[in-house]
């Protein structure tokens, strides 16, 4: 993945920002839920009746967003420069560390920060952490 910094928009990106955390906002004070993706996802794994509804809307709004905004105006080309092992692989990874986390990078990193959680402290610091030490072995060890 390669970052476009001639082209990097600040406000749009200030705008996502802004916005993800309004909708995180407003699903904590309208449904009393954290907007964790990994937990909404493994709700849907292990269903429990009458709490499914909410879970396949988020996702589907999370899979149909890109469409609507699409309509607007064209979504930004997406390089990636990894093979699909590899890109297996870290989803693995990111997955088996959302479990031993009890969560992900929205649910510690957005909503956890905001609540100063101090167990979200500590998992978005790892998350940090580990990502440093995968992007150093990759580049400067193995490739």
């Known amino acids: 993945m390669t970052i476009d910094w001639a082209n990097f928009t600040p406000w749009s990106s200030l705008a996502g920002g802004v916005l993800?955390?309004?909708?995180?906002?407003?699903?904590?004070?309208?449904?009393?839920?954290?907007?964790?993706?990994?937990?909404?996802?493994?709700?849907?794994?292990?269903?429990?009746?009458g709490d499914v509804g909410w879970r396949v809307a988020f996702v589907a709004g999370l899979i149909f967003s890109p469409i609507a905004f699409s309509v607007a105006a064209?979504?930004?080309?997406?390089?990636?420069?990894?093979?699909?092992?590899?890109?297996?692989?870290?989803?693995?990874?990111?997955?088996?560390?959302?479990?031993?986390?009890?969560g992900c990078t929205s649910g510690h990193g957005v909503c956890g920060l905001s609540r100063l959680s101090p167990r979200s402290m500590v998992a978005t610091a790892l998350f940090m952490l580990a990502g440093f030490v995968t992007v150093f072995i990759t580049r400067h060890l193995i490739g």
Do not use: C, E, H
């Not at 009393?32 to 009746?49: H, N, T, Y």
């Not at 064209?74 to 009890?102: C, E, F, H, K, N």
């Open 20 to 49: 993800i955390g309004l909708a995180t906002a407003m699903f904590l004070l309208l449904n009393g839920r954290i907007a964790g993706i990994s937990g909404i996802l493994g709700g849907l794994l292990r269903p429990i009746k």
């Open 74 to 102: 064209p979504l930004p080309a997406v390089q990636i420069d990894a093979d699909a092992a590899s890109l297996i692989m870290a989803g693995l990874l990111v997955g088996i560390g959302t479990r031993y986390g009890s």
